[in-house]
């Protein structure tokens, strides 16, 4: 069974930085693509960021290109997400993903394991 949990979301103002975490349980963490989606009161979960297994590429969703940056640490079965220069329009509960698609799997049902999600609201 694979365990995910958020960590590091909070208040910031606008233009801000927060650096999120997901801790993932299990010794398969390698294995898996990773990713975060986020929602918003009222939408639909969207794609943010993924990255693949060992080798690292990642991709990103138009709307954070440039900002926010994905991370793993293999030896630390962690992932992260740096997001700088926050906008209010960013304003969600962010999400962590496991799964065994390719890295420019958007969709969510590419992916297996969920996180509890942890709030980042940005305030303007």
């Known amino acids: 069974q694979v365990q995910l949990v958020e960590s590091g979301g909070g208040l910031v103002q606008a233009g801000g930085s927060l650096r999120l975490s997901c801790a993932v349980s299990?010794?398969?963490?390698?294995?898996?693509?990773m990713a975060w989606f986020r929602q918003a009161p009222g939408k639909e979960r969207e794609f943010v960021a993924a990255?693949?297994?060992?080798?690292?590429?990642?991709r990103y969703a138009d709307s954070v290109k440039g900002r926010f940056t994905i991370s793993r640490d293999n030896a630390k079965n962690t992932m992260y997400l740096q997001m700088n220069s926050l906008k209010p329009e960013d304003t969600a509960v962010y999400y962590c993903?496991?799964?065994?698609?390719?890295?420019?799997?958007?969709?969510?049902?590419?992916?297996?394991?969920w996180g509890q999600g942890t709030q980042v609201t940005v305030s303007s």
């Open positions: 993903a496991a799964g065994s698609g390719p890295v420019n799997a958007v969709q969510t049902y590419y992916y297996d394991y």
């Open positions: 990255i693949s297994t060992s080798l690292g590429s990642t």
């Open positions: 299990g010794r398969t963490f390698i294995r898996y693509t």
